[in-house]
């Protein structure tokens, strides 16, 4: 079973509006991470925003924010203001407690419009 | 803080021949690394995990004679595609962690003629 799904292959938005990714994850270890990640055509992976699974609060990092509610099981990314430069594929992760990989989403491939 | 490298960020190779790939955490010890493959246009797929001084586990489906995957330092790991073949190019992108610090790596581009 698919521990991230992201189920927006594409998505567009017009520069200076805001934008909303969805990522719902499936685990039942109580102790969890959830991740976000840019990953422009150059192929590197950078970092987003992270939420833990016991934080009260959403996570948020400058104009990226997440949508976090833990009863449905969704993690989704909210860029806001959106900048020609933040058109790149977007993955959503999740790493259950311990010392274990991070299992990723399909992504979903944003485009910025001018 | 945690950043971590790749060498080389491109490779072409020609097939049956062996290529290796070294990831480094340059500025924290890196007790666990984590190897990944992406095939154009497809998300990250674990292929093993490896800690330092301990052989690496490899995930379903991925071959440990063929990804030779070896973790003999804090700071370094490499993977080495043994008999490469064309099938095998792909992007590989290696994660370090240590304690609270971790990154992935740029990643590495390995083309297989």
């Known amino acids: 079973a698919q521990k991230i799904t992201q189920t927006q292959p594409g998505m567009f938005v017009q520069e200076k509006e805001a934008v909303t990714l969805d990522c719902t994850y499936d685990?039942?270890?109580?102790?969890?991470?959830l991740f976000w990640y840019k990953q422009p055509s150059s192929g590197e992976m950078i970092f987003l925003i992270y939420?833990?699974?016991?934080?009260?609060q959403n996570a948020t990092e400058g104009r990226y924010s997440l949508n976090f509610q833990k009863a449905r099981k969704s993690a989704n990314l909210v860029i806001s203001a959106s900048q020609l430069g933040d058109s790149a594929m977007y993955f959503c992760?999740?790493?259950?407690?311990?010392?274990?990989?991070?299992?990723f989403g399909k992504g979903t491939r944003l485009s910025v419009i001018a | 803080g945690a950043v971590v490298s790749q060498h080389p960020s491109w490779v072409i190779c020609k097939s049956g021949t062996s290529v290796k790939i070294e990831c480094r955490s340059l500025?924290?010890?890196?007790?666990?690394m984590f190897w990944y493959r992406q095939f154009p246009k497809q998300s990250l797929m674990l292929m093993a995990t490896?800690?330092?001084?301990?052989?690496?586990?490899?995930e379903q489906g991925v071959e440990k004679d063929k990804f030779l995957i070896n973790h003999a330092s804090l700071t370094l790991s490499t993977l080495t595609v043994t008999s490469a073949h064309p099938e095998d190019s792909s992007f590989y992108i290696c994660?370090?962690?240590?304690?609270?610090?971790?990154?992935f790596g740029p990643g590495t581009r390995l083309t297989v003629t």
């Open positions: 939420q833990g699974s016991y934080d009260q």
């Open positions: 992760a999740m790493r259950e407690g311990g010392n274990t990989p991070l299992v």
């Open positions: 994660s370090a962690r240590g304690g609270l610090a971790g990154g």
């Open positions: 490896s800690n330092e001084g301990s052989k690496a586990t490899y």
């Open positions: 685990t039942s270890d109580p102790s969890y991470g």
């Open positions: 500025d924290f010890q890196a007790t666990t």
